[in-house]
């Protein structure tokens, strides 16, 4: 199936290319999402997001419990399910997976973009179905880092936290970092 893509011009939220799962695989582009039976394409994060996504990979890697790593940008399809996502930050055991992450990571982390909704509420309903554990979304328009943790299959907010030190956690793991240079 050909899919006729138009360009996306920052600002744009996402756009929504409708597809079967087989056709998605088959179309294999990557860096991408695929969820609700849409390829989902958005446009490129600022330089603000990418800033704040490093700086947090770079914090969390301090942190890494032994056998697991943090990877950027790299796409979560969970063992039987039929939908893509990727996340901005994964802690997860180390893999030799090559395509996406099938198991389940230990913390999932969404730098909030233009596309508000979707990391507040889509990607969280997911990431609470497909099981994992701990979600943090990073807010830097609002200056605020939330932190979740699953419990009965829907997130609990465990954390705000909006200036100065803080501890944020994911299972048994702590992270101290200060927000304001995180989210500077």
Same mark, same amino acid.
């Given at each position: ?32 999402? $695929?969820?609700?039976? =849409?390829?989902?394409? /958005? @446009? ?7 800033? &704040?996504?490093? +700086? ?63 990391? $507040?509420?889509?990607? =969280?309903?997911?990431? /609470? @179905? ?7 979304? &990073?807010?830097? +328009? ?43």
């Amino acid at each position: 199936m050909t899919v006729a893509m138009e360009s996306i011009r920052r600002g744009d939220e996402m756009q929504r290319f409708p597809m079967t799962w087989e056709e998605y695989l088959a179309a294999d582009v990557v860096p991408s999402e $695929y969820y609700g039976g =849409a390829l989902v394409v /958005a @446009a490129q994060p600022s330089q603000r997001h990418q800033d &704040v996504e490093f +700086r947090l990979q770079l914090i969390l890697v301090r942190h890494l419990a032994p056998g697991t790593k943090v990877t950027r940008g790299w796409g979560w399809i969970p063992t039987g399910v039929r939908e893509e996502l990727g996340p901005d930050l994964m802690v997860h055991d180390v893999t030799e997976e090559q395509r996406a992450l099938s198991g389940i990571p230990h913390l999932v982390v969404e730098v909030v973009s233009s596309n508000r909704g979707n990391d $507040y509420v889509a990607k =969280a309903q997911r990431y /609470a @179905a497909w099981g994992a554990p701990s979600y943090w979304i &990073v807010d830097p +328009r609002d200056h605020v880092v939330v932190t979740m943790e699953l419990v009965d299959g829907l997130y609990v907010e465990t954390g705000r936290f909006t200036s100065g030190q803080a501890t944020l956690r994911y299972g048994e793991v702590e992270v101290s970092l200060d927000i304001d240079e995180l989210l500077a």
